[in-house]
């Protein structure tokens, strides 16, 4: 899942979950991404902004329907 993309380290708090990669991506774009939906699900409730967009302006739900994943939407 590295890119080469300077990662943050994650912590069980609301502040963090919100943190991005360089690229601009979010915890929750990142598991939309990959399809990965009992993470996706936990992710809003502990204040995941689901409207965060990465630096090319696409969103974590965008991006899990463009990957075919239906059941993260």
């Known amino acids: ?9 994650f912590k069980k708090t ?3 979950v919100n943190l991005c990669y360089e690229t601009g ?6 598991y939309c991404h990959y399809g990965h939906c009992s993470i ?4 809003p409730i502990n204040s995941a902004n689901n409207n965060l967009r990465n630096k090319t302006g696409v ?7 463009q990957n075919g994943h239906n059941s993260t939407v």
């Open 14 to 16: 609301k502040d963090n």
């Open 59 to 65: 969103s974590p739900l965008y991006i899990a329907g």
């Open 1 to 9: 899942m590295n890119n080469g993309a300077k990662i943050y380290s």
């Open 25 to 30: 991506t979010s915890l929750l774009y990142k």
């Open 40 to 43: 996706v699900q936990i992710l």
